[in-house]
């Protein structure tokens, strides 16, 4: 196969937005995460583990971690894109990123809900 | 007479006789009343040494031949004053690009990214008598777009399209692009737009802003890349 230069896959639009989104949602997490932190001063375990299960706190919270993946997975494919030229390394390496960051999710949330 | 000696360090190489290019260390009598700009001194130079290779052109900021890599960063040797050079004056071809022979690169690339985004009117409505007409606010979206003179200042300085110059566009033709985007005539803004909705061909640029730091004509090419996503945003929701 003659080696084509390929582009136009038209998409990118929404990977864009939803990193900027998803970076307004992990700003304002840190903000409310701090405040809280300040207001309770969890000096014990029960303490901190008091903050996650207030409902309001385990919503934002796996809000901000899905935002973390998902935001990390846009990064972290960008970077692929640009240093990993051979394209079947860089499909396995897509590949790899995507199941690690499912993997943190899920863990993420069994961590959560265990609180 | 404010004569002095400025010292010089330039890129040399002639692929036809160098097995390596090399810096070459070179000073200068220079003559303050004369000599203004780093141009000034290239010529002085290649008087000395016809060897030396460069592009020129105008000399005077218009036709962007003589873009090359001063100090670190780019820009036209016509357009630098050489009072403010700190020395010694290094002097590279323009990063990214092949070299041909010592300061001049082969510029097909960015010209082939140039020529993707289609840089002419499209139109396809019937021709009007005498001229198609924009209001003033309409032309008005048209300044710091259509000044750039191609020198390659801006996208030779991007790390996305030193990484990827035979898929992202690059500052200079997203310019352009924008230009004809905003451009009221032209009727192809859809499938301009299409076109560039791509991870590689607009979406490489991550707005670090080189572009608009070496940009010998003060454009901003990070504003109409941002202004291109914009339009795109507005189209989608």
Known sequence: MVNRILVGAHYGLKDWIIQRATAIIMAVYTVIFLVVIAAVGPDSFDAWRGIFANGFMKFATFLFFVSVFYHAWIGIRDIWMDYIKPDALRLLMMIATAAVLVGYAGWAVQILWRM | MATSTMQFKIYRYDPDKDNAPYMQDISVEVDFALDRKLLDILTRLKAKDDTLSYR?????????????????????????????????????????????????????????????????????????????????????????????????????????????????????????????????????????????????????????????????????????????????????I
Not at chain 2, 59 to 80: H, Q
Not at chain 2, 110 to 130: A, C, M, T, V
Request: aromatic share 8%.
């Open chain 2, 56 to 236: 020129r052109s105008c000399r005077e900021g218009i036709c962007g031949s003589d873009a090359m890599n001063i100090n670190g960063k780019n820009g036209l040797a016509c357009l630098t004053d050489i009072k403010d050079l700190k020395q010694p004056v290094v002097l590279r071809p323009l990063p990214g690009l092949p070299v041909i022979r010592d300061l001049i690169v082969d510029m097909t690339q960015f010209f082939k990214q140039y020529h993707s985004i289609k840089p002419y009117l499209i139109n396809e409505g019937p021709r009007p008598d005498r001229e198609r007409l924009q209001s003033p606010d309409e032309r008005e979206e048209l300044n710091g777009l259509y000044e750039c003179i191609l020198c390659a200042c801006c996208s030779t300085s991007c790390p996305s399209f030193w990484w990827n110059p035979d898929k992202f566009v690059g500052p200079a033709g997203l310019l352009n692009a924008y230009r004809f985007i905003a451009d009221t005539r032209d009727q192809a803004t859809n499938e301009r737009l299409d076109d560039l909705e791509d991870p590689y061909r607009l979406f490489r640029c991550h707005s670090i802003m080189n572009c608009v730091d070496v940009c010998p004509k003060n454009l901003n090419p990070t504003r109409a890349i941002g202004k291109i996503k914009e339009m795109m945003v507005r189209r989608a």
